[in-house]
């Protein structure tokens, strides 16, 4: 079995800190966990488009690129995820381009 590594477009959505969401703003290169329909967390790194700065309860689009792993479904444009610290979700996005995929 190969590893996948993906790089893609999203838009995402932090989850206001009254609703459970994280208290502190996030900026480029931050690494939570990301959960594509499955109970298998996968670390990756968001990079900001246009912003410098996403507030809890903010939106925007990004650039994530997902570390290897080999048990990630494909991942194809429209696919929803959750965005996760641990056990806590955080946020969630849609993936609207798959910009690259290595095996």
Same mark, same amino acid.
């Given at each position: 079995? !190969? +590893?996948?590594?993906? %790089?893609? *477009?999203?838009?995402? $959505?932090? @989850?206001? !800190? +009254?609703?459970?969401? %994280?208290? *502190?703003?996030?900026? $480029?290169? @931050?690494?939570?966990?990301?959960?594509?329909?499955? *109970?298998?967390?996968?670390?990756?790194?968001?990079?900001?488009?246009?912003?410098?700065?996403?507030?809890?309860?903010?939106?925007?689009?990004?650039?994530?690129?997902?570390?290897?792993?080999?048990?990630?479904?494909?991942?194809?444009?429209?696919?929803?995820?959750?965005?996760?610290?641990?056990?806590?979700?955080?946020?969630?996005?849609?993936?609207?381009?798959?910009?690259?995929?290595?095996?």
């Amino acid at each position: 079995m !190969s +590893e996948h590594t993906y %790089r893609f *477009k999203a838009k995402i $959505t932090l @989850y206001p !800190s +009254e609703l459970g969401g %994280r208290l *502190k703003p996030v900026y $480029t290169g @931050y690494r939570p966990s990301f959960v594509f329909n499955s *109970k298998k967390h996968y670390s990756g790194e968001i990079r900001l488009i246009d912003k410098e700065i996403l507030m809890p309860g903010e939106s925007s689009k990004v650039n994530i690129r997902l570390l290897p792993a080999r048990t990630i479904r494909i991942l194809k444009p429209n696919d929803a995820f959750t965005i996760s610290e641990g056990n806590k979700t955080i946020g969630t996005g849609v993936i609207e381009k798959v910009e690259l995929q290595k095996a």
